[in-house]
């Protein structure tokens, strides 16, 4: 294959980097179902792999695709974002300082107020987009470990990257990023300066709504990642084979899929900002949005093909709306090719930020005018 740094992300997404099998000469990848691997006569393994916990030439397909689209050193695949996610967090050492997102996905921010603090890390959820705050919350020899979440789910806010970054390497801390949202079609965060990038590959990069998985990416090989490959080994939290195989062969659509959200969430976004029954439109792609220009800088290609919108007539109108749905689906999740919403405090717990009025909006891969006219008419009966 051409030399894929002179390639498109797309073209690298649509050819798996090109792999063809060396012995079928088959152009899709095969699935390696095996547990275990043969041991040579003097009992080492030359070829590198021991047992499926921690070797599996199936996800490394997945693996190497991902590393390729985010300029990573190397990449791993988990069982789920959580456990990708998490495994970040447990590869640090036991008190560890963390400044995370106050607006994050609520299950991980969930998972560090109890977990994390019963593993013994020390965790301060702060305003990411404030880098005064920022900067104040992260100190030098303390703290360990910078997270971000750009867009934050489920209201948006776009984080500053490379300020970040810079906050984080001052004081002698990492920087991880969530990119599940933007995914490395429309930003890069190691480009950026992030030292770790995360994914729900459940969402856009496997895109079908049928796989649960998670991937790490970082910039480097360093003690710290050998950490994290320990952590997944040891913890068993890896993706199953048939899994991995349909992760791989989601992201290869994954640039069509992000293009198509991008053009369509930013036509809603456009289309019911100032609506008479929405009270705001919340989504990085309009001019007025408070992260907009920092969304400019960082997001090549598109905003994402997440929105919310808050309904003007409270808690109440939200729920009814949602209820009044026919095309669109109500359903937790997003990245898929259907589109779905959800009234999203009702899902996230009582320390939750998001406001009652708000629908989370999933933009699928339906013609943005039939998107349109069914909102439309829920948003009539909800406010009847």
């Given at each position: 294959?051409?030399?894929?740094?002179?390639?498109?992300?797309?073209?690298?997404?649509?050819?798996?980097?090109?792999?063809?099998?060396?012995?079928?000469?088959?152009?899709?990848?095969?699935?390696?179902?095996?547990?275990?691997?043969?041991?040579?006569?003097?009992?080492?393994?030359?070829?590198?792999?021991?047992?499926?916990?921690?070797?599996?030439?199936?996800?490394?397909?997945?693996?190497?695709?991902?590393?390729?689209?985010?300029?990573?050193?190397?990449?791993?695949?988990?069982?789920?974002?959580?456990?990708?996610?998490?495994?970040?967090?447990?590869?640090?050492?036991?008190?560890?300082?963390?400044?995370?997102?106050?607006?994050?996905?609520?299950?991980?921010?969930?998972?560090?107020?109890?977990?994390?603090?019963?593993?013994?890390?020390?965790?301060?959820?702060?305003?990411?987009?404030?880098?005064?705050?920022?900067?104040?919350?992260?100190?030098?020899?303390?703290?360990?470990?910078?997270?971000?979440?750009?867009?934050?789910?489920?209201?948006?806010?776009?984080?500053?990257?490379?300020?970040?970054?810079?906050?984080?390497?001052?004081?002698?801390?990492?920087?991880?990023?969530?990119?599940?949202?933007?995914?490395?079609?429309?930003?890069?965060?190691?480009?950026?300066?992030?030292?770790?990038?995360?994914?729900?590959?459940?969402?856009?990069?496997?895109?079908?709504?049928?796989?649960?998985?998670?991937?790490?990416?970082?910039?480097?090989?360093?003690?710290?990642?050998?950490?994290?490959?320990?952590?997944?080994?040891?913890?068993?939290?890896?993706?199953?084979?048939?899994?991995?195989?349909?992760?791989?062969?989601?992201?290869?659509?994954?640039?069509?899929?992000?293009?198509?959200?991008?053009?369509?969430?930013?036509?809603?976004?456009?289309?019911?900002?100032?609506?008479?029954?929405?009270?705001?439109?919340?989504?990085?792609?309009?001019?007025?949005?408070?992260?907009?220009?920092?969304?400019?800088?960082?997001?090549?290609?598109?905003?994402?093909?997440?929105?919310?919108?808050?309904?003007?007539?409270?808690?109440?109108?939200?729920?009814?709306?949602?209820?009044?749905?026919?095309?669109?689906?109500?359903?937790?999740?997003?990245?898929?090719?259907?589109?779905?919403?959800?009234?999203?405090?009702?899902?996230?717990?009582?320390?939750?930020?998001?406001?009652?009025?708000?629908?989370?909006?999933?933009?699928?891969?339906?013609?943005?005018e039939d998107l349109i006219a069914d909102l439309e008419q829920a948003l009539a009966r909800a406010?009847?």
């Amino acid at each position: 294959m051409t030399d894929p740094a002179k390639l498109h992300p797309a073209t690298l997404a649509a050819q798996a980097l090109g792999a063809v099998d060396p012995v079928t000469k088959a152009i899709i990848p095969a699935l390696h179902p095996s547990t275990t691997y043969l041991r040579d006569p003097d009992n080492q393994y030359r070829n590198g792999r021991v047992y499926a916990r921690a070797d599996n030439p199936t996800f490394e397909t997945a693996e190497a695709l991902l590393s390729a689209l985010e300029g990573a050193a190397t990449s791993l695949s988990f069982a789920s974002g959580m456990a990708a996610a998490s495994a970040v967090f447990l590869a640090l050492e036991p008190g560890a300082h963390i400044v995370a997102p106050k607006v994050m996905y609520w299950g991980l921010r969930k998972w560090l107020n109890g977990l994390a603090r019963d593993w013994g890390l020390s965790v301060q959820f702060v305003d990411t987009g404030d880098l005064d705050a920022l900067a104040a919350a992260t100190v030098a020899g303390r703290t360990k470990l910078i997270w971000l979440e750009t867009p934050a789910n489920p209201t948006w806010e776009i984080a500053d990257i490379a300020a970040a970054a810079e906050i984080a390497h001052r004081a002698g801390a990492r920087l991880a990023v969530d990119g599940t949202v933007a995914t490395p079609l429309l930003t890069r965060p190691i480009e950026h300066g992030a030292d770790i990038v995360m994914h729900s590959a459940t969402k856009y990069l496997n895109g079908h709504s049928d796989v649960v998985a998670g991937m790490l990416a970082t910039a480097r090989r360093d003690a710290y990642w050998e950490k994290i490959i320990a952590v997944r080994a040891g913890n068993g939290g890896i993706l199953g084979t048939f899994e991995s195989w349909l992760l791989q062969r989601g992201m290869r659509t994954l640039a069509i899929r992000v293009d198509r959200a991008c053009r369509t969430a930013q036509s809603l976004a456009e289309h019911f900002a100032g609506h008479r029954h929405i009270a705001q439109v919340l989504y990085p792609g309009l001019p007025d949005f408070p992260g907009h220009a920092i969304a400019c800088r960082q997001m090549q290609g598109g905003f994402g093909g997440m929105l919310s919108i808050r309904t003007a007539g409270g808690e109440a109108a939200a729920i009814a709306t949602a209820a009044s749905v026919g095309l669109w689906k109500r359903a937790t999740s997003l990245g898929g090719v259907e589109s779905l919403i959800e009234h999203r405090r009702s899902v996230e717990d009582a320390e939750s930020p998001c406001p009652p009025d708000l629908l989370r909006l999933s933009v699928g891969l339906e013609h943005a005018e039939d998107l349109i006219a069914d909102l439309e008419q829920a948003l009539a009966r909800a406010h009847n």
